[in-house]
């Protein structure tokens, strides 16, 4: 029987790029269904009920939720190509504590970057410089946060890089300039099809966070 | 087979600390627990978790894991021989951590908040949100409890850890405000499991006592009274 996979996203979605990236990582193929945030399908609602958020993976009409989760069992269930957790528990457990620590600080502080103006923003800047020094130290002087082989970590990470030039344009900072490595690592994993095919264009991001700046009137 | 030498820094009242230690006793892992004042950081915290500084911090030989969703999904990596604490099915184990996460980020906080409230308004408004968080919990407990005693079906699980380690402190919070958030009537499943929960010899080992909490609880509030 074949496998039923849909996937309920919004195209600028950092969280949603990461599912696009694991699935086009493995090679899977699926139905993807751009929801209009400001108008939420009932399926969504439906299969997301707690939260009401994107991305959702519809797996054979069962819902699976939440970004890292949603990667962590396409890797399981889809076990037998390009694995992305590493198989060793001590590096499975930094790379979820990397992966965590991308979503609770880094998605804030970058969000301060664009949502808030003044002191805020500037506290928003500092922060998210000190947290992006912190990854490139993890890199260190590895090809991938997975080591040799592109990984988890790697996926986790690589869809903010859609969204730094908007942080950088916003935020009048060079990312380049404080994380030189990071901005080649970032080019490196562009090079995958799999990541240039999933991720935003990051000019149409910073269109994208130009108007919800003028909506929320952050100007 | 030798265990490498582990070691837990944490503090007994803490509830993250306390989901390592019921993960550690589950797995029959020998640890040396190092007692750690999170309001008196030791050095030993500050070099081993450097980013966050914060307990529990699980030191495995010469490694150290930090967050207790990590630590815990560590140790059922990393000692496979033993009960398994998460799920065996893929979309089981799906389900155990967006529930492991929604307790940690969505209800869990909530308790503190409610202790800390001024004022009924305040205080009705976040007793209402625990309560439908309750709610919410009672279905999954349906969804994956699968009618047996634990969220991790006939044993205990990480869902039944994550979310067990919470209910001292629950305790506490709804004697020292004067408010039932788990009760009977609206959340039966959950209210059940809660009783067999603190009844089971590892979560009794393991939580901390509901009268040392409360001596605890009250220090702490003439400590911020003292200090404001």
Known sequence: ?219 | MATRDVKLLGTWSCPYVNRVQLALKLKSIEYKFIEDNPYNRSDILVKNNPVLKKIPVLIHGNKSVCESLVIVQYIDDAWPIGPSLLPSDAYDRALARFWATYTDDNWYPLIKMLRQAEGKEEKEAIIAKLTQGLIVLEDAFVICGKGKDYFGGENIGYIDIVLGSSLAWLRVTEIVVGVQLLDHTRTPGLAKWAERVISNDVFKDVLPETKKLLELHEKIQAFIKSST
């Open chain 1, 1 to 219: 029987m074949a496998d039923e996979v849909i996937l309920l996203d919004a195209h600028y979605s950092m969280f949603g790029m990461r599912v696009r990236l694991a699935l086009a990582e493995k090679g899977i193929e699926y139905e993807y269904r751009e929801e209009n945030l400001a108008n939420k399908s009932p399926l969504l609602l439906e299969m997301n009920p707690v939260h009401k958020k994107i991305p959702v993976l519809i797996h054979n009409k069962k819902p699976i939720c939440e970004s890292l989760i949603i990667v962590q069992y396409i890797d399981e269930v889809w076990k037998d190509k390009s694995p992305l957790l590493p198989s060793d528990p001590y590096q499975r457990a930094q790379a979820r504590f990397w992966a965590d620590f991308i979503d609770k600080k880094m998605y804030e502080s970058g969000g301060k970057i664009w949502k808030t103006k003044g002191e805020e923003k500037e506290a928003g800047k500092k922060e998210f410089i000190e947290n992006i020094k912190l990854l490139e130290g993890v890199l260190g002087e590895k090809p991938y946060f997975g080591g040799e082989e592109f990984g988890y970590l790697d996926v986790a990470l690589i869809t903010f890089y859609s969204w730094f030039y908007a942080y950088e344009t916003v935020g009048e900072f060079s990312i380049e300039q404080h994380c030189p490595k990071l901005i080649e690592w970032g080019k490196r994993c562009m090079e995958r099809e799999s990541v240039s095919k999933s991720l935003a264009d990051p000019h149409k991001v910073y269109d994208f966070v130009l108007m919800l700046r003028k909506k929320y009137g952050v100007e």
